[in-house]
Every structure is written in C-alpha cells, then in structure tokens.
C-alpha cells in the first residue's frame, strides 16, 4: 500500500511472499511499482528542491542587501570614531608634550642646582679625606720607625742570645765529653773488680 500498489493486490503479494511463492513476474511487477514511485518521488523532490532553492538565493539576496547597507553604515560610523579618536590623540599629546617641556625645564634647574650643591660638598668631602689621610700616613710612618727600631734592637738581642747559645753549647759538649770519659773508666774498673 506504502508503496502505489492496491490493496487486493498487496494482500495476495505479501501472502505469497510469506508462503515463499512469490514468482519471477511478482517481483518484476514490484520493481516496475517501485521505479515509478520513485521517479515521481524524485520529480516532487527536484521540484520542492528548485523552490526552496529559488527562495533561499531570494531571502540570501535580501539579507546580503541589507547587511550591505548595515555594513557600509557601520564603516561610517567606524571612520567618525577614529577621526575623533584621532583629534583627540592629538589634544592629549599636544597637551603632554606641553606638560613634558615645562616638567624638563623644572628638572634640568633642579639637578643644575643639585649637581652643584654635590660638587661642593664632594670637594669639602675630599679635602677632609686628604687631610685625615696626611695624618695617619705621618701617625703612620712614625709608627714604622718606632717598630723597625724596636726590631732591630730584637735581632741585636737574638744574636747575643743566639752566641750565649752556642757558648753554652760547647761548654755541655765538653762536659759531656768529660763525664763520658770518667763514666767509661769507671765501667772498666767496675767490669775489672765484678768482672
């Protein structure tokens, strides 16, 4: 029924189609149905296809007119703002490069002022250094004097210790030389006497 055919004829069909008696004819005559509902399914589509088609490039016309004219009213829009941002830019830099001038001006006095000011206190800085630096050097090599005196007068007393020394030395030397001895001779006669 789906498919264009009668009812009679659709009953009998799907009956032998369940008893498995369908025939080559049958199936033919199906086919036939089948191609010529299709071909008018596909005729009524083209022709719904073609409407939508010819509506839908008629409604895309209209918009694309219409968004052409909100486009070219936004680009005027657009140029008004930056031709205004523009001047604006222009005051404010104008007004800045004013501000900065004057800024500059006032600076470059005050570290003139400044920079004098330092050099001033610089120099009284390093006159004092140099004079604190005169003192100790003189404080410094009076010091150095008095230090190589005293070590000189060390090594003096060094050598004379260092002489005593090698005196002395010589003195034990010979004692010992002399205990040897006498402890030699004692060990002789002791070896002789105990034997």
């Not at 069909?13 to 008018?40: M, P, Q, S, V």
């Amino acid at each position: 029924i789906k498919a264009g055919i009668k009812q009679e004829i659709a009953e009998d069909l799907a009956y032998r189609y369940y008893k498995n008696e369908l025939t080559h004819k049958d199936i033919e005559y199906l086919k036939e149905n089948f191609d010529i509902k299709l071909e008018k399914v596909q005729d009524s589509l083209k022709a719904d296809i073609e409407k939508v088609e010819s509506n839908l490039k008629f409604e895309i016309e209209k918009v694309d007119a219409g968004l052409k004219a909100e486009i070219k009213e936004l680009d005027n829009k657009i140029d008004t703002k930056f031709t205004e941002l523009d001047n604006k830019i222009d005051n404010v830099r104008n007004e800045l490069k004013s501000d900065i001038e004057k800024l500059d001006a006032g600076l470059r006095a005050e570290i003139k002022a400044s920079h004098t000011e330092l050099d001033n206190k610089i120099d009284t800085k390093f006159t004092e250094l140099d004079n604190k630096i005169d003192k100790v050097e003189t404080s410094l090599k009076s010091d150095i004097a008095s230090v190589s005196n005293e070590v000189a007068l060390i090594r003096k007393d060094m050598d004379l210790v260092r002489k005593d020394m090698e005196i002395n030395k010589m003195e034990l030397n010979s004692q010992l030389v002399k205990i040897t001895s006498k402890l030699e001779s004692s060990f002789k006669l002791h070896y002789w006497m105990f034997g």
